[in-house]
């Protein structure tokens, strides 16, 4: 019953910005409750994390993306936005939203049990 969905995808030129948003529904008792996070997946590429937002806020972010992508939420409209700033062109890929229950390897997919369909993001110029 629990589920995300993403929007927000497109094609950007390098150096531009996108907002990728994410909405949850049916989520006992909130989303809220639930670590979230944002990831994604180039051809041939293993799916990789890009940021993680506990509920009271709290983010972890990749290397690659701290200083360009900043994830926020808005509990009261269960949804999760990842900003995207400066984006290159190896910042294409399909970008899915997850949530889970949260653990110290916040990076690893197998942690998060739900998750949206993705959006695609393609940086080219």
């Known amino acids: 019953q629990e589920q995300l969905m993403e929007s927000g995808g497109g094609v950007v030129r390098p150096g531009g910005s996108l907002t990728l948003s994410c909405v949850g529904s049916g989520f006992t008792p909130t989303l809220q409750h639930y670590v979230v996070g944002w990831f994604r997946q180039a051809p041939g590429k293993e799916r990789e994390a890009i940021v993680s937002?506990?509920?009271?806020?709290?983010?972890n972010y990749a290397d690659d993306a701290q200083g360009r992508f900043t994830a926020s939420r808005d509990h009261a409209k269960n949804t999760i936005y990842l900003q995207m700033n400066n984006l290159k062109p190896e910042d294409t890929a399909t970008y899915y939203c997850?949530?889970?229950?949260?653990?110290?390897?916040?990076?690893?997919?197998?942690?998060?049990?739900?998750w949206g369909q993705g959006t695609q993001v393609t940086v080219s110029p």
């Open positions: 937002i506990s509920g009271n806020g709290a983010a």
């Open positions: 997850a949530a889970g229950w949260g653990a110290s390897s916040w990076w690893e997919s197998r942690w998060y049990d739900y």
